[in-house]
């Protein structure tokens, strides 16, 4: 068995593993799983593996042996917070150390915080985790619908702009994300930055795949984004993911008439930090 560092080659092997491990996961703890199908390579799956690649090389590896890739891992690192994207093993390696390995891989650098989503299903992962200090502290609502809720009448939509997105960015995640803004200008739908008395309050990004991220410089702010959102999405079937700890837009969500789906969880360390409440996500890849 060999680890070396990852490449655009390998997506299609990548992927492969990944429907393998959610298929085989799901299906043991009796909760289908819908996801899968083909490769796709222009697909929302490639283009976000692919970003990462971009970025963060260094913290994205493969375990293969004879027969192929039979693991994946990758992490990003944005300020002095490192997130863990993903850790993937095929079923048939799974219980011979090569998620450990994977992990140890990814691991590397002196970062302030460390943050990860996983499915709240997967109870290996989460106990791999929690030996290096990822404790799960609060869970990850997914909610689906067509949403039906009235505008909000004092926030005003505009264009991004580079200066804005940093100060909101800063105040909801705690660092800057310019290189995922590059990413979700170029594959979302709409992109907004909420105004209200002539200053930036929140953003907010829609996709084919639904309404996210949003990021506030309050929870206030980001929920009336978020309800701003859904409410030019009516009638539409969207999903949103969304912290438990940002209460003010679960709140928004389920007015809007949004139902809970499978969730997941939001692990961290230090634990103790202070979680999210002004987010929903993009993805479980890039939080």
């Not at 960015?169 to 992109?191: K, L």
């Amino acid at each position: 068995m060999e680890f070396r560092s990852a490449s655009a080659a390998d997506l299609e092997d990548e992927f492969a593993v990944f429907v393998a491990a959610q298929q085989e996961l799901h299906t043991r703890r009796g909760s289908p799983w819908s996801g899968g199908g083909q490769f796709d390579p222009d697909g929302r799956w490639a283009a976000v593996h692919r970003h990462v690649l971009e970025h963060d090389r260094d913290r994205s590896f493969v375990a293969e042996d004879a027969g192929g890739i039979i693991g994946f891992t990758a992490a990003i690192a944005r300020g002095d917070s490192w997130y863990f994207s993903a850790l993937f093993v095929h079923p048939e390696h799974q219980g011979k150390g090569v998620g450990r390995r994977l992990l140890e891989l990814a691991w590397g650098g002196d970062y302030r915080r460390r943050i990860t989503i996983t499915e709240a299903i997967q109870p290996v992962s989460n106990a791999l985790y929690a030996h290096h200090g990822l404790l799960p502290v609060t869970p990850v609502l997914n909610l689906v619908g067509e949403p039906q809720i009235a505008p909000v009448d004092d926030l005003d939509p505009t264009l991004p702009e580079p200066d804005a997105l940093r100060m909101l960015d800063v105040a909801a995640y705690g660092f800057d994300r310019a290189v995922d803004h590059e990413f979700w200008s170029r594959t979302c739908a709409r992109a907004t930055v909420w105004v209200r008395d002539d200053l930036p309050v929140a953003y907010s990004y829609v996709s084919p795949f639904g309404v996210g991220p949003v990021a506030g410089r309050d929870a206030e702010s980001a929920a009336l984004a978020l309800r701003a959102e859904l409410a030019r999405c009516s009638g539409a079937d969207i999903s949103v993911a969304v912290p438990g700890t940002a209460i003010a837009l679960v709140d928004i969500a389920i007015k809007a008439g949004l139902r809970f789906t499978d969730p997941g969880l939001l692990l961290l360390s230090p634990a103790d930090q202070q979680p999210p409440s002004a987010v929903a996500l993009h993805s479980y890849w890039l939080m």
